[in-house]
């Protein structure tokens, strides 16, 4: 499995999300949608003699919700986000990283933002999303 795999599955772990489904790179236009996209960025911080690397993967959550004036729609909207990125602080205190299976171990996972709109739709959803960095070990196998 892929890492961006392994992270998706991870998330799923999450309470809220256990009985979601998580496309990758492809946000769904139906309400209730969630996506882990990968982002572009350097991704070898650090090499070592044995040909194994520290690398970074960037990733944005996302979630398609209803979008308006309703305080409780925006209270929920906000607890999602806000939960998960609790969830996920709790994780990494505890050392409870993805695993990423072979050859990969997870050093650092990082919420870089929290879940905002970023884009709102003419249907009255809106695309939440917050961003996250993974810090891991890729090592060789020979």
């Known amino acids: 499995m892929t890492v ?3 992270m998706a599955a991870y998330l799923q772990r999450f309470p809220r999300l ?9 946000l769904a236009t139906e309400e209730g949608s969630f996506c882990l996209y ?16 520290v690398r970074r993967k960037l990733f944005t959550f996302a979630g398609r919700r209803f979008y308006g004036t309703d305080l409780a729609v925006q209270a929920e909207n906000a607890a999602i986000f806000e939960d998960l990125e609790n969830w996920l602080l709790r994780q990494e205190q505890f050392s409870v990283l993805p ?16 879940g905002a709109p970023v ?3 003419e249907d009255g959803t809106a695309q939440y999303q917050m961003q996250l960095q ?4 890729q ?3 020979l």
């Open 99 to 114: 695993d990423l299976g072979d050859n990969r171990r997870a050093r650092e996972l990082t919420v870089f933002s929290s």
């Open 139 to 141: 090592e060789v196998t």
């Open 4 to 6: 961006i795999q392994h």
């Open 18 to 26: 256990v009985e979601e489904r998580i496309d990758l790179d492809c």
């Open 134 to 137: 993974l810090i891991y070990l």
């Open 119 to 121: 884009y709102v739709d």
């Open 38 to 53: 990968n982002e572009a960025a350097e991704t070898v911080i650090r090499r070592y003699l044995d040909g194994s690397s």
